[in-house]
């Protein structure tokens, strides 16, 4: 119990990291540990002591911890792509601004 522990406090140190120019080898070691956390829950077997019960109760509150830093991370690595998405979209129109005008010699009145 005491290396999940470990496992949950390095997981949450990884993921208050937020360096964009590192954040591939980041998500490498959060894999790892997430890996890593999954083969020690095998482990946990009944029936427990009452030491281990206390730090299971411990283990529960971190693990709810854990839990959300992975999914603001998670969050924020999606609002990255989509901002990457809408800068290169932004980038198209300004660079060919009339690319998607109807090309049929048409004028359509939008203010009808």
Same mark, same amino acid.
């Given at each position: 119990?005491?290396?999940?522990?470990?496992?949950?406090?390095?997981?949450?140190?990884? +993921?208050?990291?937020? /360096?964009?120019?590192? &954040?591939?080898? =980041?998500?490498? @070691?959060?894999?790892? =540990?997430?890996?890593?956390?999954?083969?020690?829950? &095998?482990?946990? !077997?009944?029936?427990?002591?009452?030491?281990?019960?206390?730090? /299971?109760?411990?283990?529960?509150?971190?693990?709810?911890? !854990?839990?959300?830093?992975?999914?603001?991370?998670?969050? @924020?690595? &999606?609002?990255?792509?989509?901002?990457? @998405?809408?800068?290169?979209? $932004?980038?198209? $129109?300004?660079?060919?601004?009339? /690319?998607?005008?109807? &090309?049929? /010699?048409?004028?359509?009145? +939008?203010?009808?």
């Amino acid at each position: 119990m005491v290396r999940w522990q470990e496992v949950a406090d390095r997981l949450l140190y990884l +993921t208050s990291q937020s /360096g964009e120019e590192q &954040r591939d080898e =980041l998500i490498e @070691q959060i894999e790892r =540990l997430l890996d890593e956390r999954d083969e020690l829950q &095998r482990e946990i !077997v009944a029936p427990f002591t009452p030491e281990e019960e206390l730090a /299971g109760k411990e283990l529960v509150a971190i693990e709810q911890r !854990v839990v959300q830093a992975l999914t603001t991370f998670t969050k @924020q690595i &999606r609002s990255d792509i989509s901002a990457a @998405q809408s800068k290169k979209e $932004h980038m198209k $129109h300004y660079v060919n601004p009339y /690319g998607k005008v109807a &090309r049929d /010699g048409t004028f359509y009145d +939008t203010k009808q």
